[in-house]
């Protein structure tokens, strides 16, 4: 748990630490370029992967000791490999169509970096889930979200250090990324090759039959439909802000939400250890210890995150001077989002309590119903509002997903992960227990 919870802070710390960097060194508007590369990076590896990362932790976390463990996760990079290198091919090749789309100049050669790095970063996050369904969610967090941000922010100071006429150009952006998904990718093929070698048991290539690969494509099929969500929430979002908006503009509304998510991190402590016990719970039929677990995780983050959102909320300005000048008009956006990154914290784990016990498809439903809504917001709000508009609609749809979520854990589970008394209940609206 300690080691877990130290590897999300790093990881949650390490992609600030990124966008401190780069504030530092290019401004608004260097933030607004890289944020709009990272969401065209997002989208590719959320394609590529096409939710086989989720589905690992699941399958593997069943039962870490089974033979197929090895054939999942074969099969799944394999499968990856097939669209994010041709996704890497077609970025790189149209990078300048995409730059004046957008019509945000130094796009193309920050994309050039990118784009190498998409096979990269697809096979860290498929060794991320593989490692959290063998009970290493430390290394996951890192393989996940940590690493490459640490080890690009290295190179990106280092560079800037050994050559300080040349560190200023965007260029170096793309490529100190692109380097470090290469990096951290191959030292996490390099552990998992490891661990295989120490477990013989599971170490074989065992080829799954077609019932089995038959169940993990269902699995992954649901995994990518929520992936689709998270995609419009992350990465489609910034791409609508980035059309309606300017680089420096865009860069503000990325820094309030990058520094919001350090109220979130704990819940992504939380959601790298607790979901291969929620399958295991559930799968045992202990629905008593599974309720009891959901709640403890909610509460616990309630507590780690409040200091947090205490600081964004009281003091945002000082917050966004860490980045450097020209980010205190982000202020009001920070706070905002802030806000409702604490419901994110206060609901719990509901999602992945969804999707580890079978309910997946409710998931998948409430999350891209809510993400349209969102994305409707964002095409309204970010013209009128700019963005503040950008950041109001980014606030509704993590809150009405989260809410969503956590009645339908109520409704199909009986499970109440919001700390106090159960509001449903009161209304008069069942769990499958009392019907």
């Given amino acids: 748990m300690i080691r877990t919870f130290l590897a999300k802070a790093v990881a949650a710390l390490g992609a600030l630490a990124l966008v401190i960097v780069i504030g530092r060194l290019y401004g608004p508007e260097g933030v607004g370029v890289f944020a709009l590369a990272q969401s065209i990076l997002l989208s590719a590896g959320i394609i590529a992967r096409r939710g086989m990362d989720n589905a690992l932790m699941r399958f593997v976390g069943r039962d870490a000791g089974s033979s197929r463990v090895s054939g999942y996760l074969y099969w799944a990079v394999a499968h990856s490999l097939c669209i994010s290198v041709p996704l890497s091919l077609l970025l790189v090749l149209l990078r300048d169509p995409v730059m004046h789309f957008f019509a945000m100049p130094s796009l193309a050669e920050v994309l050039l970096g990118i784009g190498f790095a998409i096979p990269f970063y697809t096979l860290a996050f498929l060794l991320a889930g593989f490692f959290k369904g063998i009970n290493k969610p430390a290394t996951g967090a890192l393989l996940e979200n ?9 190179l990106l100071v280092s560079v800037g250090y050994v050559f300080p006429d040349q560190g200023q150009k965007l260029v170096y952006l793309g490529w100190a990324y692109s380097v470090a998904a ?18 013989r048991a599971v ?16 699995a992954s099929q649901a995994f990518f439909i929520m992936g689709l969500a998270a995609f419009m929430q992350s990465a489609l979002s910034v791409m609508i802000a980035g059309k309606f908006l300017g680089s420096e503009e865009l860069g503000l509304f990325k820094s309030a939400q990058q520094i919001a998510i350090s109220v979130g991190f704990v819940l992504m402590v939380i959601n790298a250890i607790f979901p291969p016990r929620f399958a295991a719970l559930y799968h045992q039929g202990k629905m008593d210890s599974l309720g009891r677990l959901a709640r403890n995780g909610a509460l616990l983050g309630i507590v780690l ?8 909320l009281l003091l945002p300005e000082w ?8 980010f205190e008009p982000a ?14 914290v206060a609901t ?8 580890m016990t079978g309910n997946e498809r409710y998931m998948r439903n409430i999350a891209l119903f809510c993400s349209s809504v969102g994305l409707l917001g964002f095409f309204m709000l970010t013209p009128w509002l700019g963005a503040l508009g950008a950041a109001l609609a980014l606030a509704f749809v993590l809150v009405a997903q989260n809410l969503a979520a956590m009645c339908f854990v109520w409704l199909k589970l009986g499970i109440w992960t919001l700390p106090g008394p159960n509001w449903l209940a009161l209304l008069g609206v069942r769990g499958p227990e009392n019907r």
């Fill in 203 to 218: 170490s074989g290539v065992t080829q799954l039959d077609v019932s089995q690969k038959g169940e993990f494509r269902v």
């Fill in 331 to 344: 202020a009001l956006l920070l706070q905002i989002i802030a806000l409702a990154q604490l419901v994110n």
């Fill in 146 to 154: 940590g690493s490459i941000p640490l080890v690009t922010g290295f």
């Fill in 319 to 326: 917050v966004l001077s860490l980045l450097g000048e020209g």
């Fill in 182 to 199: 290469v990096i951290v990718a191959l030292q996490g093929a390099l552990q998992a090759g490891l661990w295989l070698r120490e477990h």
């Fill in 348 to 355: 719990g784990s509901v999602g992945f309590l969804l999707t």
């Fill in 305 to 312: 995150a409040a200091p947090f959102l205490l600081i964004c």
